[in-house]
């Protein structure tokens, strides 16, 4: 592992699109490349972050993102490059409206539609933020909870993510906890300090909002993810932004899940910042198949 790896510098990087040389279709054509990861399989909350970043490339500025619902079709190959088709569904006098595929070998592994908004004043209330829980300064980094443990998705887990990430309830990462909850918080935020540009903040945001969001299912069945014969993929991602945010700066995400059935689990998500914001709101279905019991 090279210490030298400046883990924000690999976030922008990965949210840096580049236009497609000479690529025309009635969409607006972007490339961007992946993190690698153990498994090969591109994170699906990478996706999420440049398929918003095509979106915004495409909008006004000045219009922020405030709502995206997405599918996840394919899995994807870190190998491959991701190719971004944005097409401009409707720019009306205060939304604007983009449907974003993120193609590989010429299929799309992530199918989204976001809506842009100009800032405007009206009617404003929130839920408040959770009481009690611990400070992100007094939680151990998931660095300090997986030290000593040699294995690849360890070693990511623990240096190569580029977000800092400490759980409120002790993690479950190889280990279930002893209470069988349907809930879960952490705490994040960007290792080092990100451009003052809103639509990156929101599309970091969305990047990391697919951490942790079904460990909420995963606690409520006594499950660790490193659970023997245990599969869990996203099968969907919802996200509501609500207020001006900053992703440098520490985030609580309180998650639960109300309903688990099928082969498949739902969770929820809200996003606070320190001051107590309602900044974000989340949902997401995944499939999560576990093998039979003798």
């Known amino acids: 592992m090279a210490d030298t790896v400046d883990p924000t510098a690999s976030l922008l990087s990965l949210l840096n699109l580049s236009p497609a040389d000479g690529a025309q279709t009635d969409e607006d054509?972007?490339?961007?490349?992946?993190?690698?990861?153990?498994?090969?399989?591109?994170f699906g909350g990478q996706?999420?972050?440049?398929?918003?970043?095509?979106?915004?490339?495409?909008?006004?500025?000045?219009?922020?993102?405030?709502?995206?619902?997405g599918y996840f079709l394919r899995p994807g190959d870190t190998d491959i490059p991701i190719t971004f088709g944005v097409q401009r569904l409707r720019d009306g006098r205060s939304f604007s409206a983009r449907r974003t595929h993120a193609y590989q070998?010429?299929?799309?592994?992530?199918?989204?539609?976001?809506?842009?908004?100009?800032?405007?004043?009206?009617?404003?209330?929130?839920?408040?933020?959770?009481?009690?829980?611990?400070?992100?300064?007094?939680?151990?980094?998931?660095?300090?909870?997986?030290?000593?443990?040699?294995?690849?998705?360890?070693?990511?887990?623990?240096?190569?993510?580029?977000?800092?990430?400490?759980?409120?309830?002790?993690?479950?990462?190889?280990?279930?906890?002893?209470?069988?909850?349907?809930?879960?918080?952490?705490?994040?935020?960007?290792?080092?300090?990100?451009?003052?540009d809103q639509n990156l903040h929101r599309a970091a945001l969305a990047y990391a909002s697919d951490y942790t969001l079904l460990e909420s299912v995963l606690r409520r069945h006594g499950l660790a993810w490193s659970a023997r014969g245990m599969s869990v993929a996203s099968l969907d991602h919802a996200m509501w932004w609500h207020r001006p945010l900053r992703v440098d700066d520490?985030?609580?995400?309180?998650?639960?899940?109300?309903?688990?059935?099928?082969?498949?689990?739902?969770?929820?998500?809200?996003?606070?910042?320190r001051a107590g914001e309602l900044v974000a709101t989340v949902a997401q279905e995944g499939m999560i198949r576990i093998p039979e019991q003798p």
């Open 250 to 273: 520490w985030l609580l995400y309180v998650q639960e899940s109300p309903s688990a059935s099928g082969a498949r689990g739902l969770a929820s998500g809200r996003i606070f910042n």
């Open 29 to 42: 054509i972007f490339v961007g490349q992946s993190q690698q990861e153990p498994r090969k399989r591109v």
């Open 47 to 69: 996706v999420l972050g440049q398929s918003l970043v095509a979106a915004a490339l495409t909008v006004e500025p000045g219009r922020l993102m405030h709502s995206m619902h």
């Open 105 to 196: 070998n010429g299929a799309p592994i992530l199918s989204m539609i976001s809506s842009f908004q100009e800032p405007g004043e009206g009617l404003d209330h929130q839920v408040e933020m959770p009481d009690g829980v611990p400070e992100p300064e007094s939680l151990p980094t998931t660095a300090e909870l997986l030290q000593g443990i040699d294995h690849p998705v360890a070693k990511a887990w623990s240096h190569e993510r580029p977000m800092d990430i400490r759980h409120v309830e002790k993690p479950v990462y190889f280990e279930a906890g002893p209470e069988k909850v349907a809930r879960n918080a952490v705490w994040m935020k960007t290792f080092g300090p990100m451009p003052d």
